[in-house]
């Protein structure tokens, strides 16, 4: 089972990145699928869930309406388009599946497999 995230890298303030979970070693288009972020000096944070069973979105009130998630299930792919940017973005990006098919609270409990993580940092 594996969860590897990719597309991570310097950006400008309100620039746009768009970072991909690809996922291996089981069926993850069964379950709720997410991102939790943890900036220098914070917590984890849950900031995006897209369920399995009507692919209703899940987003933290600070990145709503500049960040979208989407998956395409053929490929067992999710994404975060991140518009917007701005230096309070800067953090370790996870994807995660989650142990049920809807979006759960946004908390590390319900996460069942976590991704390495990828970097993303907004910098002028």
């Known amino acids: 089972v594996q969860l590897q995230a990719f597309g991570g890298g310097l950006v400008q303030p309100g620039g746009s990145l768009r970072v991909s979970c690809v996922a291996s070693?089981?069926?993850?288009?069964?379950?709720?699928r997410g991102w939790f972020r943890q900036a220098p000096g914070k917590e984890r944070e849950g900031i995006s869930c897209i369920s399995y069973v009507d692919e209703t979105t899940y987003y933290l009130d600070s990145v709503k309406g500049r960040f979208t998630i989407s998956k395409d299930n053929t490929k067992n792919t999710m994404y975060l388009q991140m518009n917007s940017l701005n230096s309070e973005d800067t953090a370790v990006y996870y994807c995660?599946?989650?142990?049920?098919?809807?979006?759960?609270?946004?908390?590390?409990?319900?996460?069942?497999?976590w991704g390495q993580g990828t970097l993303v940092t907004v910098s002028s």
């Open positions: 995660v599946t989650f142990k049920s098919a809807h979006c759960p609270p946004p908390e590390p409990f319900w996460v069942d497999y």
């Open positions: 070693g089981f069926k993850s288009t069964d379950y709720a």
